[in-house]
């Protein structure tokens, strides 16, 4: 797991360590959809509660695929719209919010070295995508920019 403390909110990323190349490779007979749907997560570790835009947030972090060896890199920010009604969510102290990224194997850029592409797999948002105007001011006290990175080893069985 990847994690990141940014103004009292843990970031965590969980992703398996390595995914056999059929489960991730859609079309073909054991693709397995679940297996590619990966973990982040909101702890609030600040004491107090924290107010932020957590549906926006979810809905419009990008994905990133690159790969260490050769510096490619594939952004994905194909993202369904945010709602445009102003929501908040609060995080209690202590207390978590989750939310699903799925990893679509890039084979533009995946390289296989003895049946193994290694491949950095991050979730991006930049704090300037907030559509602001779409909020009461102050309606939230958190918002900050973040990438989270996790290795995952793709193996050709």
Known sequence: MSDLLLNGIRLSLDTPEALPLSAVLRGTPKYDAPRTFFTVSLKNE???????????????????????????????????PPKRDGSVDEIAPGATKTFQVVFEYPKSIAVMKERVAVLQFCVKWDATWLRANTYTPGSYDWNESFEICRQIRILDE
């Open 46 to 80: 600040s004491g107090k509660k924290r107010v932020l835009p957590f549906d926006e947030l979810r809905r419009s972090t990008v994905r990133v695929y690159r790969n260490p060896a050769t510096g490619a890199e594939i952004v994905d920010n194909r993202t369904p």
